[in-house]
T-cell receptor, first 116, second 112 residues
């Protein structure tokens, strides 16, 4: 069964460093998302991406964050200058349909980002 | 922001018992998904409900979407230790093209 994959599974970085989290969505999906989950808290929406541009983003997704689909398979989240509070699990998700009534999203296993 | 409230936060039951988890909001959602999440892993989709009043069954799990599309429930019949996990509901707001709003989750523990 097709699945969303993410690399790396765990990333440790120093505060102020740039990180790139990678995702390979399900191949025929059209919509891509990043969410994050701080330990012990809710899963929070960061950004959605369709047709090579951001379609929606949350207040969390400030100028330090960017997303890119550099080729036909990868979807990346870049954090330019990491802060301690960026430590969290980051989940990539994708869906095929564009219609609101079938908003089923499939999630990857996550990347645990630890900022020291 | 449309908030989804899940209750209870924690549920511990014996094997063979039934349980119900609730997901409530004051806002309308175009659809609602239920996921299960294991520690350190991503949410795994269980079901999507779309139509108000809809009931879906997956083996011993029954999912219901409220008539007004503001609430949902997950009922597990004859729970087994393998049902232990964090159950999350996530709604798609009507004014959004895809972001999901998650509840805080219900931790279910089924003991043999």
């Amino acid at each position: 069964e097709p699945e969303v994959t993410q690399t790396p599974s765990h990333q440790v970085t120093q505060m102020g460093q740039e990180v790139i989290l990678r995702c390979v969505p399900i191949s025929n999906h059209l919509y891509f998302y990043w969410y994050r989950q701080i330990l012990g808290q809710k899963v929070e929406f960061l950004v959605s991406f369709y047709n090579n541009e951001i379609s929606e983003k949350s207040e969390i997704f400030d100028d330090q964050f960017s997303v890119e689909r550099p080729d036909g398979s990868n979807f990346t989240l870049k954090i330019r200058s990491t802060k301690l509070e960026d430590s969290a699990m980051y989940f990539c998700a994708s869906k095929f349909e564009g219609y609101r009534l079938t908003d089923t999203q499939y999630f990857g296993p996550g990347t645990r980002l630890t900022v020291l | 922001t449309q908030l989804l409230e899940q209750s209870p936060q924690f549920l511990s039951i014996q094997e063979g018992e039934n349980l119900t988890v609730y997901c409530n909001s004051s806002s309308v959602f175009s659809s609602l998904q239920w996921y299960r999440q294991e520690p350190g892993e991503g949410p795994v989709l269980l079901v999507t409900v779309v139509t108000g009043g809809e009931v879906k069954k997956l083996k011993r799990l029954t999912f219901q979407f409220g008539d007004a599309r503001k609430d949902s429930s997950l009922h597990i019949t004859a729970a087994q230790p393998g049902d232990t996990g964090l159950y999350l509901c996530a709604g798609a707001p009507t004014d959004s093209w895809g972001k999901l709003q998650f509840g805080a989750g219900t931790q279910v523990v089924v003991t043999p």
